[in-house]
Structures are given as structure tokens and as C-alpha cells.
């Protein structure tokens, strides 16, 4: 149920894409009972976004959305771990990366919810 989307100005190649989604996966781990098994990632690339009015650097936003509550403690490790992969990846310093995070009591799957 988790689902992770990046919207960045970095154009990202299919195989920076792939390495991104798996590195989530592991990252997503962070979560108590949450793994890359029922993970989504989207991944929005070559946006043209400005980061406290300059758009001269590359930026990126990653929503982190969850079944049930965000673990405070989970949020903090997985924040480190994204804004690690971002940089390593795509070059993006963490300085420019914001991460949010929303739970959700609601969640559908299959015709039904969770």
C-alpha cells in the first residue's frame, strides 16, 4: 500500500529509474510492516520547478503516502535514506529535496479497500 512519488527537474534514465526503485524498496523498510511487495513508485522527471525562487539547480519532491499512520521515528530514517539516494543517483543535493508524508485510513485495491 505504500506509494512513492518523485517529481524532480533531473531528467532520470531508465537505469537510474530502476535503481531508484529498488533503493525505495529497501528504504521503504523504514515503515514497520511495510515492504517493496505492495510498493508503487512514480517517478515525474524533467519538471521545471523552482526551490525558494531559482530554478537554477535541480530540485525534487517526494511524497511518501501510507496505509495507516506515519511512524515519526520511520519518517526521520526514511527522509535520510531518500535524500541519499536522490543525491547519489540524480546529483540532487538534500538541500533542495523536500520529502512529505501522508497516512491514510482508506486504501484501495482490487475493487475493495484494505
Do not use: H
Not at 42 to 65: H, N, P, Q
Amino acid at each position: 500500500m505504500p506509494y512513492i512519488e518523485i517529481k524532480t527537474t533531473k531528467k532520470v534514465t531508465d537505469e537510474n529509474g530502476e535503481i531508484i526503485k529498488s533503493a525505495m524498496g529497501k528504504a521503504i523498510e523504514c515503515f514497520p510492516g511495510k515492504n517493496e511487495n505492495w510498493l508503487m513508485v512514480g517517478i515525474e522527471d524533467g519538471i521545471k520547478m523552482w526551490f525558494r525562487g531559482d530554478a537554477s539547480e535541480d530540485s525534487a519532491l517526494v511524497d511518501v503516502c501510507l496505509l495507516g499512520k506515519v511512524d515519526k521515528n520511520g519518517s526521520e530514517k526514511m527522509t535520510e535514506q531518500i535524500c541519499d539516494i536522490l543525491e547519489k543517483e540524480l546529483g540532487i543535493s538534500s538541500e533542495r529535496i523536500y520529502v512529505k508524508y501522508s497516512g491514510y485510513e482508506n486504501w484501495g485495491w482490487n475493487k475493495s479497500n484494505f
